[in-house]
DNA sequence: CAATATTATTGCGCTTTCGAATTAAAGCAC
DNA sequence: GTGCTTTAATTCGAAAGCGCAATAATATTG
């Protein structure tokens, strides 16, 4: 038993975040992660084992030496909560201590949604989540679509909700549940999903591309996500985009947002407007080709060979309803790029489908929120 | 006097580069910068002061309160060297303990130059800075063309000069003058010269548009340089580009580099190759107009909105030869921005030449020296 | 001119964190 | 088994940094 109790309450914060992450399993991997003195460590661990955050779990034995003390969290200290809404439908997923997803709720949206009904809907799915959970609810994530400033927790504007403007979402939720908030862009929230539960998990730089109504992509550069001096940065479904001799000057999402490229695929195999759920018979089709395909192909080539020669990445993750067109699309993008751009022909360059599924949004709010929470101080 | 002497040498290094940023002005407010508290920081000081770094050097009368007492760097302390080379020249700067530029080198290169001769100008320029210099010679920071590993201070690749292959060029100086080096790309040097001697103190976010031979970019986000994954990031002259009809397709430093520039100008108003020296009568004139430059105007607005629209920055610093076009340049391509892009309308985008001249890139090298220096742990 | 307000700096005891030595728990060689 | 090597965790004295109270230096106000 030692002595000397610490109680810096962020540093609490993040080893348990390490040890959630799996980046530190033991006293000593856990000493590196967080760049502090293997005893002072010890301390750390002796308060959130008291805390009863983390539990000892049997031992990592190596090739060789002492055999590590394997930690963990408990995954019954409590649960975070992560939701994530857009024009259509509200989502949210429990996430327990351990960081398992253990619990989620979709909530549709009527197209005559306004703000005050949006909110409601959001506050109904996070109270749903709290069934049968174990342990307090500790931190709730918000994902928002467009220009969001995680510092103060607003929305800045949704055309698609009448009211819908400067809006204080992490006011609202923690009047609600008296809990930390945190509020951030929907996309980047995808980024951190990636981070948490997905392939991103091994990669310090990223892109998520997110081509859905808009085309947006979130940055992660050495670990953290790139916001940019106004919340902004990604943008880049508004992009110039050379017009196709008839329209004059268009934008690249007019071209490559996934209902543009449904368009695109459906008139080149039908010349007739396509249902909706046509969609997922395009997706599953693994035959899609022709001259339309080739044509999107080149043309999200040109859009990571920008991105890439801007921002030399490490790994494209493809996310939303293209992910469908699966690994074919990405791998022969991969090549278009490479044949295009002789500079980046020697680079290494991955693209890959997300995956994620469709509640990536929700799980990274709850990321967001696993991120916000802290211990509470005291013994 | 204090009894407890702190002795973290990378903190005391902070603490210096605070002082001498202008950032710190006094003991307060070099706490508030270093995030310490006021004691400590006060324990700081004694000891840069012991060690003959800084100085007090008045009062700084606020509207109210005690006055601070002023801190500035002695000038006489030492020195930093900056050198930076590309296929003409070596150019090497000295700068004072203090952060004052007080002399330079220019060391022009024959066409034969190969790895060797190259390596030795820049050792003889360096050794030539110490001339009358005061105190001894702290750091080295070097700038080179192409793809750097600051971490190694390896540069890859120099088409330029042959045998030029993953040089390391900082075992070379360091070996040569056994002093701290650091190496890193020329344009993200000049990023750091607009830090701590242009436009770029003011902002936490910008970008430096450096079309010379090719066209690349340098990124500052949250105040620190992105380098990317392979120290690789803003490689935009590389961008595809759409060809003009005649040629198929193009990279974008063919239509936008510096050369590219002076010929489509060129081209337009005497349909006659473009003599060297014409560069600096077309520059000087600030009625050059017409179709071509009109359609120059455009594509520079085309980059810098797709740029702005990933990176979200506050401000473009444009460098190289083409500032010689003057705000006028600037000022129109900030319109056609904003003019082409709605998205960007709304936002605040401000684009200007550097007031920074020819030796910015030396100036950065110095720069990098400055933060690669702490102090001798004394006594 | 004294009293008060405001801001800057210093003194001092206390807490956190470190560092080096120590103990612990394994595998391996003999 | 008995040492030897290797890696993990803990112990404990020392040091770094903090918080807070005290002190200092200025302007303002009555």
Redesign the pocket.
């Known amino acids: 038993?030692?002595?000397?109790?610490?109680?810096?309450r962020d540093?609490l914060g993040a080893a348990v975040l390490q040890v959630r992450s799996g980046r530190a399993v033991?006293?000593?991997?856990?000493?590196a992660a967080l760049?502090?003195?293997?005893?002072?460590?010890?301390?750390?661990?002796?308060q959130l084992i008291a805390g009863g955050y983390i539990d000892e779990s049997g031992?990592?034995?190596?090739?060789?030496?002492?055999?590590?003390?394997?930690?963990t969290p408990q995954p019954g200290a409590g649960w975070f909560a992560g939701v994530e809404f857009n024009a259509e439908r509200v989502q949210a997923v429990r996430v327990d201590f351990a960081g398992q997803r253990v619990a989620s709720q979709v909530k549709r949206l009527p197209g005559t949604a306004d703000t005050r009904t949006v909110l409601q809907a959001i506050k109904t799915c996070v109270a749903a989540l709290g069934k049968n959970a174990q342990g307090p609810l500790l931190a709730i994530g918000a994902g928002a679509p467009g220009v969001v400033d995680p510092r103060t927790g607003v929305s800045a504007e949704y055309a698609f909700f009448p009211g819908w403007h400067d809006v204080s979402l992490a006011d609202v939720l923690r009047e609600r549940f008296e809990v930390a908030v945190a509020v951030e862009n929907n996309l980047r929230a995808i980024a951190l999903a990636e981070r948490w539960f997905g392939g991103g998990r091994d990669y310090d730089d990223y892109v998520v591309l997110g081509p859905r109504s808009g085309f947006g992509v979130a940055i992660v550069h050495q670990g953290r996500l790139m916001r940019g001096a106004h919340h902004a940065a990604g943008e880049i479904g508004r992009w110039p985009w050379p017009g196709d001799g008839s329209a004059p000057s268009r934008e690249m999402q007019d071209a490559l947002s996934a209902p543009a490229i449904w368009r695109r695929l459906a008139d080149a195999t039908t010349r007739v407007p396509l249902p909706e759920d046509l969609r997922a018979a395009l997706a599953g089709l693994a035959s899609v080709s022709g001259a339309a395909w080739d044509a999107i192909v080149a043309d999200y080539a040109r859009v990571i060979a920008c991105l890439q020669l801007v921002l030399d990445t490490e790994r494209f993750f493809l996310h939303g309803p293209l992910t469908g067109l699966g690994e074919r699309f990405c791998t022969e993008v991969e090549r278009a790029v490479r044949a295009k751009s002789p500079a980046l022909a020697a680079m290494p360059l991955k693209i890959v489908p997300s995956a994620l599924g469709d509640d990536a949004g929700a799980l990274g709010a709850a990321s967001l929120a696993m991120e916000a929470w802290v211990p509470a101080a005291g013994e």
């Open positions: 038993m030692r002595t000397k109790p610490a109680i810096q540093l033991s006293r000593s991997s856990l000493a760049g502090l003195a293997p005893s002072t460590v010890g301390l750390y661990v002796d031992l990592d034995r190596g090739p060789i030496g002492r055999p590590k003390r394997r930690l």
